[in-house]
Structures are given as structure tokens and as C-alpha cells.
């Protein structure tokens, strides 16, 4: 089977798949296994990288992606420019406020506000992020395990948050192969 790796593009054969030390046919979304690629070299794979099918609906880097924040105890307000982490599967990322498109009620959706200025501890909203470097999220309904996030900022949560649409980045040709990045 031929698998896409993102968000660096690369293509490789999957020559085995194991889960808790059983092997496997196929793997979900989400689930966490061990796999053995041909085409790829090991130090080429980073974590926070995403595996996909190359031929049904792979995954690509997002250039931007809005949001459901949920803002918890946080001391200050989360406004326009604001550039926290963004811990998305494994992948730990700074990710800029480049709009706060409303603010929502937290119960029952509904927009309260729109353009608010700010977020602070205890509101929702929904936003538009743009990360700092490359990531793979996808909408929460189509991908759940790629489409929640935490926020982080000063070593600890401050919110939590949901894709509702992402805007994908240019798929780029296929970057590697086995060796090319020899360390």
C-alpha cells in the first residue's frame, strides 16, 4: 500500500503493520501503530508527522484552519496576534490568532458577537489560525484524532478547541526517498 507522509510530502510502501505486537491488515484513524515503510528513511519522520492513504483522501499541510476555542482559567485575554501552542495529535505547534471571527455561547452555539476584540477565561469562540510552521489537522467531523487541539501558553492549558474547516496548503511533489537526508 503507498502512503503519503505529511506535512513533508514524502511517498513510501508500507511493508508492515502491528499493533501491541499483532499484526495488521489496515489501520484507522487514530490508532496509534508501528508500521515499516520502503522509500523512506527513518530520520526523515518526525513526530507530529501524519501517515495517510496516498490514494484515498490523504492528508496535506494546512495552511490555516478555523476553530471552536473553549478559553479556560487564562489570566489574560486571547486577542488578535496572540500566538500560543497548539498540541494536535502528537504534534506541538505555535499557531497565530490571525481573526476572531465570533464569539459563541457555550451551550448552545449561537453567536453572541461578532469581530469580538478579545476571548477571556470562560468563553468560546470560533477563530482563524494560521500556523508558524508545517501541521496536518482536519475537521473534527471527518477525522476526530486530527481535529481536536489544546491551546498552551506559559507551561500550562489555557483552552481547548475543535477544526471546524481548514484551508489546505498546494500539495507539493513528492520531496524524498530512502537516504536522501542522510545524517
Known amino acids: ?32 501503530v508501528g508500521f515499516s515503510v520502503k522509500g523512506v528513511d527513518y530520520r526523515d519522520i518526525q ?4 501517515c495517510s ?8 499541510e494546512v ?23 497548539i498540541d494536535c495529535h502528537t504534534a506541538h505547534v505555535a499557531c497565530q490568532f490571525v481573526e476572531l471571527i465570533s464569539k459563541v455561547c457555550r451551550r448552545t452555539g449561537k453567536v453572541i458577537e461578532d469581530a469580538p476584540k478579545c476571548l477571556k477565561a470562560g468563553e468560546s469562540g470560533i477563530v482563524k489560525l494560521v500556523p508558524t510552521k508545517p501541521i496536518c489537522v482536519e475537521k473534527f467531523s471527518d477525522y476526530p484524532a486530527l481535529g481536536r487541539f489544546a491551546i498552551r501558553d506559559m507551561a500550562q492549558n489555557i483552552g ?17 526517498t530512502a537516504g536522501k537526508n542522510k545524517r
Request: some cysteine.
Open 1 to 32: 500500500m503507498a502512503v503519503n507522509i505529511t506535512p513533508v510530502y514524502l511517498t513510501a510502501v508500507v511493508k508492515s503493520l502491528e499493533m501491541h505486537h499483532e499484526t495488521l491488515n489496515e489501520a484507522g484513524p487514530g490508532d496509534n
Open 47 to 50: 513526530r507530529g508527522f501524519v
Open 53 to 60: 492513504d496516498a490514494n484515498n483522501d490523504p492528508a496535506q
Open 63 to 85: 495552511a490555516s484552519f478555523i476553530a471552536q476555542i473553549v478559553v479556560f482559567n487564562y489570566p489574560n485575554q486571547i486577542c488578535q496576534g496572540f500566538t500560543p501552542v
Open 160 to 176: 481547548v478547541g475543535i477544526v471546524i474547516d481548514v484551508e489546505k496548503r498546494a500539495t507539493l511533489p513528492n520531496r524524498g
